[in-house]
């Protein structure tokens, strides 16, 4: 993906085996596909590097000093050139895990929510309540029902 115009992406190594099975579908990629890749892609460096006995990957060098290295053994040419193409639109930066599933500048000032389970205070409301749900919403998981 281009970044103000640039391309993050600046070089592209395909590691294959030429006697491995594993390597069968980067080897048919390599005769189809990649030079049509190459064309399509001139600012982007292409080279192929042979590996003896491993499997094929991809490996691909972006502008700020990043690597990302892609295990491709036993896809298809078009599989290959889908994570190729995946890897020439990504920007290269480091994959951050989120602490929790909802980030926001500013939390809430209610707090967080229930699960969806309501509580009920006390016995008489239990009771009446009882006779009005369905057997599934009886037994919820916020407080137990005491009979």
């Known amino acids: 993906m281009a970044l103000r115009g640039v391309w993050q992406l600046q070089k592209l190594i395909v590691s294959y ?29 292409v080279v192929t590097e042979l590996i003896r006995g491993q499997h094929p990957h991809l490996k691909g060098f972006y502008k700020n000093k990043n690597q990302r290295v892609i295990c491709v053994k036993n896809m298809d040419p078009e599989d290959i050139l889908l994570h190729a193409t995946r890897l020439r639109n990504a920007l290269g930066r480091k994959v951050v895990k989120l602490r929790t599933r909802h980030v926001t500048k500013h939390p809430s000032v209610q707090g967080k929510g229930c699960d969806g389970d309501f509580q009920l205070k006390n016995e008489s409301h239990k009771r009446r309540w009882r006779l009005l749900l369905p057997a599934p919403l009886l037994f919820s998981s916020c407080t137990p029902l005491i009979f």
């Open 17 to 45: 085996c030429n006697w491995g099975g594993s390597s069968r579908g980067i080897r048919a990629f390599m005769e189809s596909q990649l030079p049509m890749l190459k064309e399509k892609n001139p600012q982007l460096e």
